[in-house]
């Protein structure tokens, strides 16, 4: 009897730890189905029967299912805003507590097009500028300027960004807080603002010197002149004329070079023979005293259709190059005009056999007020706008200029301008 008992418990206890050890196995498995988070039937557990292990599974996988739907919409949410920050024309940079990069859209990458920005790399080792570490870390400890103009190094040159940076407080999981910035390319803006101040200091020195200098003999003159030897007087007066004569060329030019850059540059064009328009102005510069030491030449090929072009503006350009070949070379150099067809375009070319000009000078020769030799120029009547004016009429041509010069081996100035304008 006790012996049957005994028996009974045994077996009782066995399938009782049976029954715990299959718990535990089920236990297992759902545990690593919910971790996964992969939605399993209740059969898919063996040893989890009863009604409790079916309330169990149902809650489980609907927890699952809420979980994939809460991580997709997440990861959707995510792609929308990568796409939204992506599609912005200004750059946008995400870095995390330690600086590295998080989100970076391609605005930013076309402002650093040397760099390689790619995500998790570290800030420092991407954009060369202490200013915009001191810019992230004073945005961590919110100390951050609004729009702060920040010079960055891009390859051999600078770029100036307007940055504003916010900090994103740290979501679940995240250590500390990630920081957001906006940049705003401002370098162009920059150099323009370079140029205008470049122009208007220019633009004063130029006027300061023949103004002073009138002033300085108008001022000897009256003061003077009724004691003063008439040819002194006369040389007085031609200094005074010389220089007012300079003041207005500059004034001019100026004027010139503002219309043509206005919006309204007033070209007036009609179908003109290059050929005819340029070879008259040969002929009218060999009749001039100017060029009565040179040798001028003109060739223009035959059969070229007509071009529809401003003719006044045109002349105006290629007088300018011709009058420089005139002041910067000897007398007895030959000078040569020229117009020619080169593809699907026309070439008009000024030739001289002068001294040349030093490669260093050629990149920045059709800049404003770029002179290769300031008093040479001066003396001889230049206001250092001439060139400039020349790259400015062509390019309202929709043409290009070029120059080819080499020490001792004369210049020569190029005007393309496409067949069809
Ligand atoms: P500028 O009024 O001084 O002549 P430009 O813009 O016409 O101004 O020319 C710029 C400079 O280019 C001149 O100062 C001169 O040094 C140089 N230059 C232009 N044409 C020639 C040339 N044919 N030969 C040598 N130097 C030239």
Known sequence: MIT??????????????????????????????????????REDLPGARGREWDELCTAANGLIAEATRLRQLGAGQLAQLEATLGSLQEAVLIVDENN???????????????????LHQRLELLLHSREFLACVEAVRAGQARPAQAIEFVEGAES?????????????????GAWALFVLHDITRQRKLEAVRKDFVANVSH???????????????????????????????????????????????DLLALSRLESANPGLQCEPTELGRLLGALVEDYRGR???AGHRLEFAAAPELPALALDPRKFTQAVENLLDNALKY?????????AVARRGGEIEVSVRDDGPGIPAEDLPRLFERFYRVDKGRSRDKGGTGLGL??????????????????????????????PLQS
């Open 206 to 252: 130029e006027l300061r010197t023949p103004l002073s200098m009138i002033k300085g003999y108008v001022e000897t003159l009256v003061d003077s002149h009724r004691t003063m030897a008439v040819e002194d007087r006369e040389r007085f007066l031609q200094t005074v004329q010389r220089h007012a004569d300079r003041l207005h060329a500059l004034v001019e």
């Open 4 to 41: 049957a008992l005994l028996i009974v418990s045994v077996a009782a206890l066995a399938v009782a730890l049976y029954k715990q050890a299959a718990h535990r196995r089920a236990l297992r498995l759902l545990e690593q189905a919910i971790a996964q988070q992969q939605p399993f039937l």
């Open 159 to 175: 770029v100036w960004l307007e940055v504003t940076g916010t900090l994103i407080p740290p979501l679940g999981g995240q250590k």
């Open 100 to 118: 590295c990069i998080q989100l970076a859209n391609r605005a930013l990458q076309a402002i650093f097009p040397h760099e390689k920005i790619a």
């Open 388 to 417: 400039s004016i020349v790259k400015h009429i062509v390019q309202l041509h929709g043409g290009r200029v070029r120059v080819e010069s080499a020490p001792g081996q004369g210049s020569g100035f190029f005007l393309t301008l």
């Open 329 to 337: 070379t000897p007398a007895g150099t030959r000078i040569a005009v």
């Open 289 to 291: 005293p100017t060029a």
